[in-house]
Nanobody, 122 residues
Framework: QVQLVESGGGLVQPGGSLTLSCAASGLTFRWYFMGWFRQAPGKEREYVAGIRPSADLTDYADSVKGRFTISRDNAKNTVYLQMNSLKPDDTAVYAC???????????????WGQGTQVTVSS
């Protein structure tokens, strides 16, 4: 079965950096659009970043543009989220998702990981 497993979350001070990984299995990873989402307590799920199957195009939410970088390694079936200049507002559970067709909203993703907690605090 399809599995998306995130790792790399943790506690970091404001201004710090973290890199999240999402390892995929059970699907032909190179065919899939991949996205990162986050959800903070009491808030709605928020789109963070997306990347096309061939990694030729990436997209970011305005709130993270210039600070976060999404990338993928199709040979390793893994998508990454490099997060720099972290702020307390970035605190959330971060989850990756996979979509076989170009997604326009979170409902169009086919598979989801369980998520990893990122806490930005001094």
């Amino acid at each position: 079965q399809v599995q998306l497993v995130e790792s790399g979350g943790g506690l970091v001070q404001p201004g710090g950096s973290l890199t999240l990984s999402c390892a995929a299995s059970g699907l032909t990873f190179r065919w899939y659009f991949m996205g990162w989402f986050r959800q903070a307590p009491g808030k709605e799920r928020e789109y963070v970043a997306g990347i096309r199957p061939s990694a030729d195009l990436t997209d970011y939410a305005d709130s993270v543009k210039g600070r976060f970088t999404i990338s993928r390694d199709n040979a390793k079936n893994t998508v990454y989220l490099q997060m720099n200049s972290l702020k307390p507002d970035d605190t959330a559970v971060y989850a990756c998702a996979a979509a076989l067709r170009l997604p326009t909203n979170f409902r169009e993703y086919d598979y989801w990981g369980q998520g990893t907690q990122v806490t930005v605090s001094s």
